[in-house]
Structure formats: structure tokens, C-alpha cells
């Protein structure tokens, strides 16, 4: 299986803020996801094939990758934006999530 | 585009988790694969299988006591966890996701899920 080791677990910011969001995976890949998760909801795909803006998401959320280091960076935080990220390879074997990443407000 | 999940909200050790997706908005059969997966209160996100027409693929770990099916006149999507344990006890989400394509060209389940249901909180417990 692959596996994903995601970073931080959690993370304090304010609204305005540049966050950056890490998930380094045991192989290298173009299958890679991103998810947001509020309190007491499904999670919602935000971004797919590591940079694919899923339509109706805004253009402060990008998705990266550098060999098997792949990053979701949130240019200018709102405050709708304060969630629980998680990343997701879909590229081989079992699809697996990351451990997630807690977006409080500082 | 909807995704309901229903069943029993409470299971017994040893027994039998049943939860069944109900989709609307589009038919069952349109060319997008239904999946399943399951978060335990406060934690991570598992994938446990997913299903297109009768070709069905399964979490490793899970795989031995799940099964998921689809009912195509009701547009329905079950699943069924037998055995349960106390570390089963989550919130179960179906979603969907576009078909990939394996090496023959055939449409297999996907794993990119764009729709998703609201979840159902399954606990077990005697």
C-alpha cells in the first residue's frame, strides 16, 4: 500500500494568513487529493490530480507537487476556510488518506 | 446530486453491519462507481470498497467481512461489515466517484469521490 505521512496535524492561523499543508508519499504520483472537512460534515473534494481546482472552489486554494512531497496551499485564509484538511492518493492499490491537518483559527 | 445513508445507528459485538445509500439526482447506472468509506469519532479516514456494476474492490484490511452491493431499481448501494468489534464503530460515508480505466480498458471503480453523504454514526456495543 501506499503511504501518506501528512503535516502538520494541526495548525493555527489568522484570517489573511498563507498556509501550506504537506503530504509526502511513499511513491511518486499524479493521482493525489485534497479534501476539507468541517466540523459535523462529509468531506468535500477541493482539488484533484495533485492541481486540478474541483469547479466552484476559489483560486486561493492550490495544489502542488515536488517528487513525492505534495502541498496544498491556501494563498489568503477566510474564514470559511477553517476546517480539517485531509490528503488522498487515488494513483494504485488501495486508496489511502493522510492523518489530516486541524485549520484553527489563531 | 443526494447520497443518503440509513440503517441501525446501533450493532452488537459479533454481528452484522448493514448500511444502505440511497442516491438522487442521477441514475445508478451512469457511469460513476459507488464507494464507502468510514471515520471513527475524532480520527482518519479508511477506505473500505468500493463497487461499478458487479465489479467490487476492497480494503485489504476489511476484506474478509465486507461485502458491498447495489440494488439498480431502487438506485441503492449497501453495505455489509459482519463480525463487528468495538474498533468498527465510526461514521460510514458513501460517495462517487468517475470510473478509471484498468490495463484491458474496462471501467473499474474509481477512488476520486466527488459526492458524498452526510455519513451515519454506526457504534457498536452491547
Known amino acids: 500500500d501506499i503511504q501518506i505521512n501528512q503535516s502538520p496535524s494541526s495548525l493555527s492561523a489568522s484570517v489573511g494568513d498563507r498556509v501550506t499543508i504537506t503530504c509526502r508519499a511513499s511513491q511518486s504520483m499524479t493521482a493525489f487529493n485534497w479534501y476539507q472537512q468541517k466540523s459535523g460534515k462529509a468531506p468535500k473534494l477541493l482539488i484533484y490530480g495533485v492541481s486540478t481546482l474541483r469547479s466552484g472552489v476559489p483560486s486561493r486554494f492550490r495544489g502542488s507537487k515536488s517528487g513525492t512531497d505534495f502541498t496544498l496551499t491556501i494563498s489568503s485564509l477566510q474564514p470559511e476556510d477553517f476546517a480539517t484538511y485531509f490528503c488522498?492518493?487515488?494513483?494504485?492499490?488501495?486508496?489511502?488518506f493522510g492523518q489530516g491537518t486541524r485549520l484553527d483559527i489563531q | 446530486v443526494q447520497l443518503q445513508e440509513s440503517g441501525p445507528g446501533l450493532v452488537k459485538p459479533s454481528e452484522t453491519l448493514s448500511v444502505t445509500c440511497s442516491a438522487s439526482?442521477?441514475?445508478?447506472?451512469?457511469?460513476?462507481?459507488w464507494g464507502w468509506i468510514r471515520q471513527p469519532p475524532g480520527k482518519g479516514l479508511e477506505w473500505v470498497g468500493s463497487?461499478?456494476?458487479?465489479?467490487?474492490d476492497y480494503n485489504p484490511s476489511l476484506k474478509s467481512r465486507v461485502e458491498i452491493s447495489l440494488d439498480t431499481s431502487m438506485s441503492q448501494c449497501s453495505l455489509r461489515l459482519t463480525s463487528v468489534t468495538a474498533s468498527d464503530t465510526a461514521f460510514y460515508y458513501c460517495?462517487?466517484?468517475?470510473?478509471?480505466?484498468?490495463?484491458?480498458?474496462?471501467?473499474?471503480?474509481?477512488?476520486?469521490?466527488?459526492?458524498w453523504g452526510q455519513g451515519i454514526l454506526v457504534t457498536v456495543s452491547s
Open positions: 463497487i461499478y456494476h458487479s465489479e467490487t
Open positions: 460517495a462517487r466517484a468517475p470510473l478509471r480505466v484498468n490495463a484491458r480498458g474496462d471501467g473499474v471503480p474509481g477512488f476520486r469521490f466527488h459526492y
Open positions: 439526482g442521477y441514475s445508478i447506472v451512469t457511469g460513476w462507481s
Open positions: 488522498q492518493q487515488s494513483d494504485s492499490g488501495p486508496p489511502t
